[in-house]
């Protein structure tokens, strides 16, 4: 059995660390609010974007000068798959449920015969694809320096994807994040990006009942101008609703590691109060015993 000594080292490493962890969960709980309220402003103007694009993407469906980004370059042998994992640790299974996403994507990717490459947002999701796929990691963005996510940040990786597009490289582009439900509830998401999603029933309900729109200029200019800037954009709402749901899983994480190490530091003092108290009898039974035999 232990001794008291060691019991008492124990109990005050316990107690450090669940100092440790609830300082942690009350830091992740003042970053969370801030981190929804941008994931959840995003939202609107990301869809609403994006529905705008399904409405142009309908007369411009059968026309030869249409963007590329659009209409894709015509196969879909090369894959980009972007996935936006946290710098850090200490988050539950945030990072893992989103390589896992990822992984299904690759992996459905390469069974059906084609080319995968790999650009990792943050050091995590490296850490973890590089084991099965370190071959087809192009690079790694580390967004440790950031201290407030920025529409820049996203354009910046925005940019390195077009690049890599117009250059050839890759044929369809797809992102790996975890979209924010609650604190307690992130869903794992696989969004395209290139060529860019048309909603059938959007398209569909411009020539409906709805509204008739004239653009100035033509459909092809203004996708020219749009598609390229709903890329950084798609990429920025990824981005904050990662953000939003890494605070929301590390404040779960070390709310239940706060409790976890309360826990023992309870089953340890038991002991150690059980150890104790036998060394007493122990001692008192020495003292009695040599007592009766003077």
């Not at 299904?104 to 973890?128: F, N, T």
């Not at 925005?158 to 975890?178: H, Q």
């Amino acid at each position: 059995m232990p001794s008291l000594k060691a019991f008492r080292n124990r109990i005050a490493s316990v107690k450090a660390t669940r100092k440790i962890t609830r300082a942690m969960q009350m830091v992740a709980a003042s970053k969370l609010k801030r981190a929804q309220d941008a994931a959840q402003a995003a939202r609107p103007y990301a869809e609403k974007m994006a529905a705008v694009i399904s409405s142009l993407a309908g007369s411009m469906a059968d026309n030869p000068g249409a963007p590329k980004l659009l209409t894709g370059t015509g196969k879909e042998n090369v894959h980009l798959v972007i996935v936006a994992t946290a710098d850090r640790g200490l988050c539950g299974g945030f990072n893992t449920n989103i390589v896992r996403r990822a992984r299904a994507v690759i992996d459905g990717v390469l069974r059906d015969g084609g080319q995968v490459k790999i650009l990792c947002v943050g050091r995590k999701g490296r850490d973890q694809l590089r084991r099965l796929y370190n071959q087809h990691i192009l690079d790694t963005i580390e967004m440790t320096g950031v201290k407030r996510l920025a529409f820049r940040d996203a354009a910046a990786i925005g940019r390195r994807v077009l690049d890599l597009y117009d250059a050839g490289e890759f044929d369809v582009a797809t992102i790996c994040y975890a979209r924010f439900k609650s604190v307690i509830s992130q869903e794992p998401t696989a969004q395209r990006l290139i060529p860019a999603p048309v909603d059938a029933a959007v398209d569909k309900g411009k020539h409906g009942g709805g509204a008739v729109y004239d653009y100035e200029p033509d459909e092809a200019a203004i996708l020219a101008e749009l598609l390229p800037r709903n890329l950084s954009v798609q990429i920025f709402r990824a981005l904050l609703e990662n953000a939003a749901s890494e605070q929301g899983a590390r404040m779960s994480a070390m709310d239940a590691a706060t409790r976890n190490a309360g826990d023992v530091i309870d089953r340890l003092t038991l002991q150690y109060n059980r150890s104790r108290q036998a060394m007493i009898t122990k001692e008192l039974i020495e003292i009695i015993s040599g007592a009766e035999a003077l």
